[in-house]
């Protein structure tokens, strides 16, 4: 993906969040004009305010058009995230908008926790964890915050309910990249 791609990501998740809130679109996009946002995509949408998160939602896999899942995990980042008040339209003007579309997850293959930890990939590897049901993932923007894989994947293992020093050889990681594409300020 290009620029310009992220271009239409990003004001197809903004206008998508205007529309949500009553709000007059201010970058109105037609999908139809894309071929590649009528193929299946997953994206996570994020939000953040002054530097600090204030929502993200998003796919793991594709099983919509990807502009159909960029707009409506917009809409969720500003309304449904279950760690945050719904956005009022007022918040909007000073909300920035990054979406992330991700490639299709890989098995991480791995012979215990300390060969899990050697092979991530900083900066690089979204890593989903699974582990019966439960189940987290962490965009690789989330290495700015936590840039040691020991951290990285306690923090994992407390976003699935697991204690940070849980460890059971039938946890399973899948590895994803992203194209990320934010508004500037």
Known sequence: MHAESGTVLLALARSAIERALALPATGC???????WLRQPGASFVTLTQRGQLRGCIGSLEAR?????DV???AVAAALHDPRFVPLAAAELRFTMVEVSVLSPAEPLEF???TDALARLRPGLDGIVLEYGARRSTFLPQVWEQLPEPRDFLS????????????WHPSISLQRYSV??????A
């Open 29 to 35: 996009v037609e999908s139809g004009q894309h071929d």
């Open 71 to 73: 707009q409506h995990n």
């Open 179 to 184: 194209a990320k594409f934010k508004e500037s």
């Open 155 to 166: 923090q994992l293992k407390r976003k699935a309910g697991l204690g940070s020093d849980f």
């Open 64 to 68: 919509r058009p990807l502009a159909n």
């Open 111 to 113: 012979d215990d926790e």
